[in-house]
């Protein structure tokens, strides 16, 4: 659900095709077709001819190429296309940048939203965080009483803020709940959920077209998710590294009554603290890590300006190609649809990836792979769209891998004491990078392949900056930054 309001923005607040409207010229239908009387080299969009009134009434009112004055004006009402997009209710013509603008403001939602949300996980717990995340999208379902531009990006980003935490904390407590072996199981079903989304949004948005329709839709469902009060469970992990191990053992007994384990109540209630912390490898945390314990630790600080980076450079990509699959030639709607659904064979193939060969050495070739077909595309003909279509979702297949599998890496980097808060760094770098993504469109007008050659460059640095973080296929998860840094100087010492 997330995911369908993070990309709503890509139809929702498309720019349409549009014209001028000169009003004594106008027939009882107006097209948005450029008329046989608009005047030559004159900008249909943004400008109108003045009309010369002593010509119009010689020629009985009738408007010609010969009834305007040199001169021109700046246009003030459009006519548009249709009334899909928020372009045409909010007349936003000729105005492009402030459609482009709405993603950004979403995106830049995101990053005050991983900012806060990572580390109030790590201090409340990740279920209330995904509860409030959840039911506070539903917000935006308010955009649809809107009436003026600046009101409906207030409450774009509102609505992002509220919602947008929970590409954090969820796959967070996925991964904590799913244990060592199945943690890219965890990140790759997390990934589904948001293609799922995007792939669903794709088809409500081919069908509703309309925009206020289409946010109705979407956004209304999200206030079911209070539901999650009653079927979620807080991460066991996180409980036992916070000391509170009686709320742990009723977390494992709702696990084992659920999954019908041969374990009884009785059985966990007896079983002492330092045991179930043993059986789980849970660190006894015995004082709280704080900001100074992060900047004094040389190799989180490592990883952190590296993974960065990489969630910089994937959603960057990411979020570029979507927006600019509806772009490509061919149709706008099929684009997307088939961009979404490449997500699912480039999923498989980080998780078959991830499990044979390892985290870092499948995201450095992700990257490179994304690289390469994103600038051959560029190089293709538009009127060979098979080809160039199939050389950008090959492209997309590569940066998917690296999509979902930075999540999976950067959780296995980083210690159960500041996960959330330090994958909320990396989601807010993810966040600066979609946030730039919508814009990347105005740059095609310099340079066709400009954008192309931006994410490829991006793409490249990351998978040159993964050279200075570790293997972690076979590491456990540690609990604490002394556990992670203590593990590092016996491999230094050792080599």
């Known amino acids: 659900m997330v995911s369908m309001i993070h990309v709503n923005y890509i139809f929702v607040a498309e720019n349409i095709n549009h014209r001028c409207l000169v009003p004594e010229c106008e027939g009882l239908n107006p097209g948005v077709e450029v008329p046989i009387w608009w005047p030559k080299d004159v900008d249909p969009k943004c400008f109108k001819p003045v009309l010369n009134v002593r010509a119009f009434e010689e020629a009985n009112k009738t408007c010609t190429n010969m009834v305007f004055e040199e001169t021109l004006e700046n246009c003030h009402e459009w006519i548009y296309e249709n009334n899909d997009s928020i372009v045409a209710a909010l007349n936003l013509g000729c105005q492009s940048w402030k459609p482009t603008l709405v993603g950004s403001i979403h995106n830049a939602g995101m990053i005050v939203s991983m900012m806060i949300t990572g580390w109030i996980s790590d201090k409340i717990g990740r279920k209330p965080t995904i509860i409030v995340c959840s039911i506070g999208g539903s917000v935006g379902v308010f955009k649809v009483l809107v009436q003026n531009y600046y009101a409906y990006l207030a409450l774009e980003f509102l609505e992002s803020i509220l919602a947008s935490g929970l590409y954090t904390v969820a796959v967070v407590l996925l991964i904590e709940v799913g244990g060592e072996t199945k943690r890219v199981s965890a990140g790759v079903i997390f990934s589904y959920a948001v293609y799922v989304g995007e792939v669903l949004f794709a088809f ?3 069908g509703l077209k309309y925009w206020k329709t ?7 469902p999200m206030i079911l998710f209070l539901a999650y009060g009653f079927l979620l469970r807080e991460s066991t992990r996180w409980q036992m590294l916070r000391g509170r ?13 659920a999954n019908k384990l041969d374990v009884t109540s009785k059985e966990i209630t007896d079983i002492s603290d330092g045991e179930l912390r043993m059986r789980f490898n849970v660190a006894v945390q015995k004082e709280k890590e704080k900001m100074k314990d992060i900047l004094n630790s040389k190799e989180i600080m490592i990883r952190v300006c590296v993974t ?22 061919g149709n ?18 980080a998780y078959y990836t991830f499990n044979k060969f390892g985290r870092r050495i499948s995201l450095q070739c992700g990257y490179i792979v994304s ?10 003909p538009n009127d060979k769209v098979w ?13 998917v891998v690296c999509f979902t599998g930075i999540y999976t890496y950067s959780l296995e980097l980083f210690p159960t004491s500041v996960r959330g808060s330090l994958v909320g760094w990396g989601n807010t770098a993810a966040r600066v990078g979609s946030m730039l993504a919508p814009l990347t469109p105005l740059l095609s007008m310099e340079l066709a392949s400009l954008p192309s050659i931006l994410f490829a460059s991006t793409a490249i640095v990351a ?10 296929k076979n590491l456990p998860l540690f609990d604490t930054i002394a556990q992670i840094d203590n593990h590092q100087e016996k491999i230094t010492t050792h080599l």
């Open 214 to 220: 289409l946010i109705l839709v979407v956004y209304t």
């Open 371 to 380: 690289a390469i077909f994103l600038m051959a595309q560029t190089f293709i």
């Open 332 to 349: 706008k709607y099929t684009n997307f649809v088939l961009t979404s659904i490449t997500s699912f064979p480039g999923d498989l193939l």
């Open 463 to 472: 998978a040159l900056l993964l050279t200075f973080t570790p293997e972690t």
């Open 308 to 329: 960065s980076v990489c969630f910089f450079s994937s959603s960057f990509i990411y979020y570029g190609m979507a927006v600019h699959s509806v772009l490509l030639p």
């Open 204 to 206: 409500i948005a081919m």
């Open 245 to 257: 191990m009686d709320e742990a053992k009723e977390t494992l007994k709702a696990i084992a009554r």
């Open 387 to 399: 080809l160039k279509v199939l050389l950008f979702l090959t492209g997309k297949i590569g940066v």
